[in-house]
């Protein structure tokens, strides 16, 4: 039973759509045991809902039920034109655990949606057990910070929010890019950059890697409105989080400067932080279950 339940959720039988109070639909994914410990994952930038599949066993393992929300605009989602990290949790996010009926939880995030996972932890701190941020940026309204970015980020950034519409032809021509070409290719595109372990990992799951930026490009528009709440302020300050926060780094990571993660674990009072040496950004493949782990340790 457990391994048919697992195939279930690799071939599209996860995948769940709610309604919002606004009429708005809101697509989500569910991974692990369903009558386990919820742990709220959110999504890495430019991919989707499914960023965290490959974890499903391992979070069955573990006892953990993964919720994993596409963002607006982003996958089975639709847009909310001009949406805020903190206004997504105390939004859409308050309504989705209202209606699953969720008491209390975990919560999760990888890249850019390390930045949404504070905000939730934030948001529900009267409801979050822990939260494990794997690669996440510090806030991007800084001058200082903003220019450390990835160039490719960066430059997406200030086309999203001073020249919508030449961002919105890119994100349309990687659209169409991506409906082309092979799932080796894209896992390839994927691989730019990464040390050979986590290059490895990706082409073993290249299909798990086409498919996350392929749902990741749907929505053209969706991909400008969340690189410009990426780069917008966060609506709270990191040091009013209450409740744990786990940090994931790899030292290697050409996306997210390695300091980001230590200047977070600073300014969070209950933080600690867990680097790997010779890894990279793509620790959200290789290292999940370390942070499902730690997440499922501090539920006992």
Known sequence: MRRLQLAGQLDGAHDHVITLSDGRKLGYAQYGDPRGHPVLNCHGGLISRND??????????????????????????DRKPGHAMLDWASDD???????????????????????????????????????????????????????????????????????????????????????????????KFMCRGLPPTEADAVMAERGWAARILREGAVNPKGAVDDYRAMVAPWGFDAGDITTPVYLFQGEEDILVPPAWAEELANRIPKSKLTTYPNE????????????????????S
């Open 93 to 187: 996010i308050e309504q989705l655990v209202t209606q699953l009926e969720i008491d209390e939880l975990s919560i999760m995030g990888w890249s850019a949606g390390g930045q949404y996972a504070l905000a939730a932890a934030y948001h529900f701190s009267d409801r979050v057990r822990g939260t494990a941020v794997i690669a996440g940026a510090l806030p991007l309204d800084d001058k200082s910070t903003f220019a450390e970015q990835d160039p490719l980020d960066r430059t997406l950034s200030i086309a999203a929010t001073r020249a919508p519409g030449l961002a919105r032809l890119y994100f349309h021509a990687t659209k169409v890019f991506f409906s082309l070409v092979s799932d080796e290719t894209m896992a």
């Open 280 to 299: 990279g950004h793509l620790i959200g493949l290789t290292r999940r279950e370390d942070a499902l782990r730690t997440l499922s340790t501090n539920n």
């Open 52 to 77: 965290v599949s490959p974890a499903g066993e391992a979070a069955y393992d573990l006892g953990l039920r993964i919720l994993s929300p596409d963002r607006p605009g982003v996958g089975l989602s």
